[in-house]
């Protein structure tokens, strides 16, 4: 075990992306060496491009994990369209 625990608000935040839709996209990084915390969400309406605008902020050498809400349509197989 590393020893690097995961704040609350990156489960809540994760679970809100997934189940309710809310935001579009969130930015986690670690704090203190110690703790996986939430450093930026992105509104629901934000593009891909904030999202990777946001992921870089931290800078050069510095560790950011994304979760981005990619919606897509699927064409099923065998449809006319």
Same mark, same amino acid.
């Given at each position: ?7 609350? +608000? ?7 992306? *997934?189940?309710?839709? *809310?935001? =579009?996209?969130?930015? #986690?990084?670690?704090?203190?060496? *110690?703790? +996986? ?6 509104? =629901? ?5 904030? #999202? ?11 560790? =950011?994990?994304?979760? #981005?809400? #990619? ?11």
């Amino acid at each position: 075990a590393s020893g690097v625990t995961v704040a609350d +608000i990156c489960k809540t935040t994760y679970d809100e992306i *997934k189940k309710d839709k *809310k935001h =579009r996209y969130v930015i #986690f990084y670690i704090k203190d060496e *110690k703790q +996986i915390d939430v450093e930026v969400i992105g509104a =629901r309406d934000a593009s891909y491009d904030a #999202f990777l605008e946001d992921l870089q902020k931290g800078g050069s050498g510095e560790c =950011r994990y994304g979760l #981005f809400d #990619f919606e897509y349509t699927h064409q099923c197989q065998g449809t006319s369209e």
